[in-house]
């Protein structure tokens, strides 16, 4: 089985370089034990340039060289792309390597994505009418670009049979382990996860967002609505209110706060709410019940609701997860 991890301008050496090396250990220790561990296959990796020059720069400036390019290899079985982390319309604009991907499917190639290389894969056509996954920043430009094309964001891994999809940064590692699972032995996962010490438990991204509401939407009368909501976090302001602040009516404000934001109102105000109970929740100083209080919910159970939600967590499993670094320090041994 051959499995080539694409390498092209500005991608991230980091998910490339760390899905390449995951395999490339994974492999290793299936022969070094082949009575405990029985691969399906046996591997061969390839890193490969998206352009006819080995040599490429990343997404910050670090350079690496690939051992061959696309266009000199013979079809994969599994063709891996990463991430990257700016300047989506110059990696979208490498026609020809889009085109090499969706002639490389087109002959059998499965193809697997890290992070925001769902856009190079969406932008094959590939992801037409089907859902997908990508870093939760980039949610709301994949959403634009690619509107046949179903964005559930919150997912951490997609699986349509010949394409996987992880979500953003890390999850890459979730994602090989999933291939490895997938394509070589569960008893080979299990062990690898082990050994790299990964969670293979992480099924969502939700935990892992911070919501910053759009505003680069242009409506001033919006943005004015949104800036009332982020500073009277405390309440639950009426809609009526937010229509009558911008001199519209009630139809018209939902109707062109919808379109500029992505969200309703009452939806925006629970996300920033959660947003603000989420920062002040990581300071372990802070009670939650005053939490509670403090955005605007004066019934415990109802801000529990909708805090597991947004984030996927109880508050209790928010708090536990995210004060780390106070932990960290209270059990480090000096």
């Known amino acids: 089985m051959t499995i080539a991890f694409l390498a092209y301008p500005k991608c991230s050496l980091w998910s490339l370089i760390g899905s390449y090396e995951m395999f490339q250990k994974t492999c290793r220790i299936a022969q070094i034990y082949p009575g405990r561990f029985k691969s399906k296959h046996i591997c061969k990796l390839i890193i490969a340039s998206s352009t006819n020059e080995k040599f490429l720069e990343g997404s910050y400036g670090n350079h690496y060289e690939a051992e061959t390019t696309i266009y000199d290899i013979e079809r994969p079985d599994i063709l891996v792309i990463p991430g990257f982390d700016r300047d989506v319309s110059s990696v979208l604009s490498n026609y020809e390597m889009i085109s090499k991907i ?57 699986d349509h049979n010949r394409i996987c999809m992880s979500g953003g940064a890390s999850s890459f590692q979730n994602l090989m382990l999933y291939l490895i699972e997938k394509h070589l032995s569960k008893e080979l996962a299990i062990f690898m996860s082990k050994i790299l010490l990964i969670d293979n438990d992480r099924f969502l991204q939700s935990p892992y967002t911070i919501f910053n509401g759009q505003k680069t939407h242009g409506d001033e009368p919006v943005l004015i609505a949104q800036q009332t909501i982020e500073k009277r976090v405390d309440e639950f302001i009426s809609i009526d209110e937010l229509a009558q602040s911008t001199n519209m009516s009630k139809r018209n404000f939902l109707r062109r706060f919808k379109h500029a934001t992505g969200d309703t109102p009452f939806v925006y105000m629970q996300r920033t709410k959660i947003e603000a109970a989420k920062t002040m929740m990581e300071d372990a100083h802070n009670q939650l019940i005053d939490i509670a209080i403090k955005t605007g919910y004066n019934d415990f159970s109802s801000f529990r609701k909708s805090f597991r939600k947004y984030t996927g967590l109880s508050p209790q499993q928010y708090r536990k997860r995210y004060t780390y670094i106070t932990s960290a320090r209270k059990n480090a041994v000096l």
């Open 102 to 158: 969706r002639e490389f499917y087109d002959q059998g190639t499965d193809i697997a994505t890290v992070c925001t290389g769902s856009f190079i894969l969406a932008a094959t056509g590939l992801l037409d009418n089907k859902t997908a996954t990508t870093h939760w920043i980039y949610a709301r430009e994949f959403a634009v670009r690619f509107p046949k094309t179903e964005l559930v964001i919150d997912r951490m891994l997609i």
